[in-house]
């Protein structure tokens, strides 16, 4: 007798849930050889305006943890990874027929890049802060805190493009929304399982499938995101436009060109959501 | 219920002894609580978009009664919040005020100073509520001393909770007798009838709850204080908007109902407001006979009537957090 399939209902990742989307839409998604492999949830404004209420509703949480604290919780992230990495591997090799070795490259180097940067988040303010020498009898320190919410448009790579874009994002203690590769969306609602395994609260990372160009403007103009990562974005009348809806409560926006995400990353990531706090405090008596 | 020629008399005997006054209430056809439930759930699923959201939500702006009922409040909190009633949304002038603040009574000269300054034509009316809320547990003159207190204070409507333990103990007479002893008191100000449906256990009892607020004279019927959960919630609303438009019918007079507490979202809002059209009927659809009891529901008002007209979605950072 042979056993029926049991087929995989991949959702959105709003608030640490697996919500269907409001809409009711779906769309099919295929894999490398152009065969049918599952449906995917098409997130609607509705959706993206959940997801934004529930970074919000994280945000205050997660910023105040300590930062060693996310960085641990980031480690754990790739923990969990680690354990799950032969699913990964297959999910590549299906969603972008890359050889064993291939896929292989690309789950390692994101495990690395989610040690890496949990590496850094205790370790960034002392980088980008610190002790001012000023004219007066002052000690006046700087130091960076997180942005807020911020929207990410999630490169076409499943999961490296993914990691790299979410980890430095919420390491240093923002939220995000996510609007995942649209090719592959399949793999980011992977993750996400991994996520809500792993110790990161409900929130911190929301994940939306769907058509970029139907969601992002929703988030580009939202008044209550901060920031916006446009590096999945790659239809330059889109981003312009998107930075334009941006410019309304003066979001900060990264654009960046054609980046090779196995290089090592820069900094940048993380400072571009990161805002500088400097206090003056009067020294002595 | 049919309209009777001798619905004055009959109303008269049904309060005129305890018994018979149990005999009435207990007469009341039983609610069917499924029924209501789903009733309530089919009505929430209606949807209310564009033209019809627009109209929706300033109206439900306009029915808000801006509520501060904490030991904390202070006369400077007090100012702020009616500041905000009279201009929820100071960037934008075409945006109605609400019904009316609702305050302790030692917090009404404050809300009077405040919604006087600008000249009286602000149209908000100030609500204290009082008679020991929120348990309503004293004597009935010192509840009468609370009503007198908060009139003379510039209070125009009165928000009054009747005794729980009285009425579900079955001493209906006694919550009529002190409901009737109330609207006496308040004399021109308007008197809303707090049940605290939360306690009252069953549908029926509100509905003879409701039946029993009205014959005693209340202009407005409330569902709850807000001090216990659960507060307001669609089917108790139901329920109370079939005894208003029953009482309509037998008596010609037309009742208010204020559902109070847990309304946050103005999706609830519309539910609510959809309800009253369907139930009671369009003549309800107007502050002067439904209210809102709610203080963070006013911003998600503003949040979606900005949404709706700037096309972006909005955040609470732009609007005052009391």
């Known amino acids: 007798m042979t056993r029926i399939d049991v087929r995989k209902t991949y959702k959105l990742y709003i608030g640490g849930a697996f919500p269907r989307s409001e809409s009711g839409r779906s769309y099919a998604v295929n894999d490398a050889r152009g065969r049918f492999w599952a449906n995917a949830s098409h997130a609607s404004r509705k959706d993206a305006r959940d997801a934004v209420k529930a970074a919000r509703a994280a945000f205050g949480g997660w910023s105040s943890r300590t930062a060693y604290n996310r960085g641990q919780v980031v480690y754990r992230i790739a923990e969990v990874l680690e354990d799950r990495r032969e699913q990964f591997e297959a999910e590549l090799r299906t969603a972008e027929g890359l050889t064993a070795a291939k896929a292989r490259t690309y789950v390692e180097a994101a495990i690395d890049r989610l040690v890496w940067y949990a590496g850094w988040a205790d370790k960034i303010a002392q980088v980008t802060g610190g002790a001012n020498q000023v004219a007066g009898p002052y000690f006046n320190h700087s130091a960076p805190e997180p942005s807020g919410v911020i929207a990410v448009v999630a490169p076409s790579g499943p999961l490296l493009g993914l990691v790299s874009v979410i980890a430095p994002a919420i390491v240093t203690g923002n939220t995000t929304v996510v609007i995942a590769s649209e090719p592959h969306p399949l ?27 139907e969601i992002a403007p929703w988030l580009a103009s939202h008044m209550d995101v ?40 820069a900094l940048d990531r993380m400072t571009t959501f990161l805002e500088t706090k400097t206090v003056w405090h009067p020294m002595g008596i | 219920m049919t309209v009777t020629s001798s619905t004055a008399s009959f109303l008269a005997d049904a309060t005129s002894s305890d018994a018979a006054l149990r005999r009435f209430l207990h007469g009341l056809p039983g609610v069917d609580q499924v029924g209501a ?72 000269p404050f809300a009077k100073e405040t919604l006087s300054h600008a000249g009286g034509t602000s149209g908000v009316h100030i609500a204290a509520v009082a008679t020991a809320f929120p348990s309503g547990r004293a004597a009935l003159d010192i509840k009468l001393a609370d009503v007198q207190d908060a009139v003379e204070a510039g209070a125009d409507e009165i928000d009054m909770v009747i005794d729980r333990g009285a009425f579900l103990s079955g001493r209906y007479l006694e919550v009529y007798e002190e409901i009737v002893a109330v609207r006496e008191a308040v004399g021109d100000a308007h008197l809303k009838v707090i049940f605290e449906t939360g306690e009252l256990q069953t549908y029926d009892n509100v509905r003879r709850a409701s039946w029993l607020a009205m014959m005693a004279g ?43 507490g847990g309304i946050r979202s103005s999706k ?33 008002l503003l949040m979606q009537r900005t949404k709706m007209q700037t096309g972006r979605y909005s955040g609470p950072d732009y609007f005052t957090l009391d």
């Open chain 2, 37 to 108: 439930e789903q009733r309530a759930a089919g009505l929430g699923t209606r949807s209310i978009k564009t033209s019809a959201k627009e109209f929706a939500i300033d109206l439900a702006i306009r029915m808000v009664d801006l509520t501060t009922l904490e030991g904390a409040d202070t006369p400077g909190k007090v100012r702020a919040l009616s500041t905000k009633a009279m201009h929820p949304d100071p960037a934008d002038p075409t945006c109605p005020s609400t019904a009316a603040v609702c305050v302790y009574p030692d917090m009404v």
């Open chain 1, 226 to 265: 901060n920031g916006i990562d446009l590096t999945g974005v790659t239809d330059d009348e889109l981003a312009r436009n998107l930075e334009i809806e941006a410019a309304e409560n003066l979001k900060r926006v990264r654009r960046p060109g054609v980046e090779d995400l196995l290089a090592p990353p």
């Open chain 2, 218 to 260: 209340g202009h407005f019927i409330k569902t709850s204080t807000g001090k216990i959960q659960p507060a307001a919630t669609l089917p108790v609303t139901l329920v109370m908007l079939e005894a208003v438009r029953d009482f309509r019918e037998v008596t010609g007079q037309m009742v208010g109902v204020k559902p109070a």
């Open chain 2, 268 to 300: 609830d809002a519309i539910k609510y407001l959809v309800m009253v059209n369907e139930v009671a009927g369009p003549d309800w659809l107007d502050p002067d006979w439904f209210r809102f009891g709610a203080s963070t529901l006013l911003n998600d």
């Open chain 1, 187 to 213: 793999t980011s609602i992977t993750l996400a399982e991994v996520m809500a395994t792993s110790d990161v609260p409900g929130g911190v990372v929301n994940i939306l499938t769907g058509p970029q160009a």
